[in-house]
Nanobody
Framework: QVQLVESGGGLVQAGGSLRLSCATS????????KAWFRQAPGNEREFVSA????????YYADSVKGRFTITRDDVKNTVYLQMNSLKPEDTAVYYC??????????????????WGQGTQVTVSA
């Protein structure tokens, strides 16, 4: 059973920064595409960012492009989401996900087999 464990969420003022982490003991984690999704109250879960297994390709939702950065550390089996210039509309539960994803389907949550439990990010105005 693959487990993903997110951490790093919290309360921050608008304009501030947070770094989310997603760690696993899965020894095959480095071979999977990793992603972050988020879900705000009353909204559907939406794609935020993804990184290819090789790490050479990253993807971002337009709403976070230029503010968020996804990275991974294969030695630590961890993927990160650095979030800068946070806005109140970034408030959501953030989930990490992993899986073997077709190249063009990185933003489709149904493609991901493994999910974390989520971490709350709250941005105050």
């Amino acid at each position: 059973q693959v487990q993903l464990v997110e951490s790093g969420g919290g309360l921050v003022q608008a304009g501030g920064s947070l770094r989310l982490s997603c760690a696993t003991s899965d020894p095959t984690f480095s071979t999977k595409t990793k992603a972050w999704f988020r879900q705000a109250p009353g909204n559907e879960r939406e794609f935020v960012s993804a990184i290819s297994a090789s790490g050479d390709t990253t993807y971002y939702a337009d709403s976070v492009k230029g503010r968020f950065t996804i990275t991974r550390d294969d030695v630590k089996n961890t993927v990160y989401l650095q979030m800068n210039s946070l806005k109140p509309e970034d408030t959501a539960v953030y989930y990490c996900a992993a899986g073997y994803i077709s190249k063009n389907n990185y933003d489709m949550e149904d493609e991901y087999d493994y999910w974390g439990q989520g971490t709350q990010v709250t941005v105050s105005a």
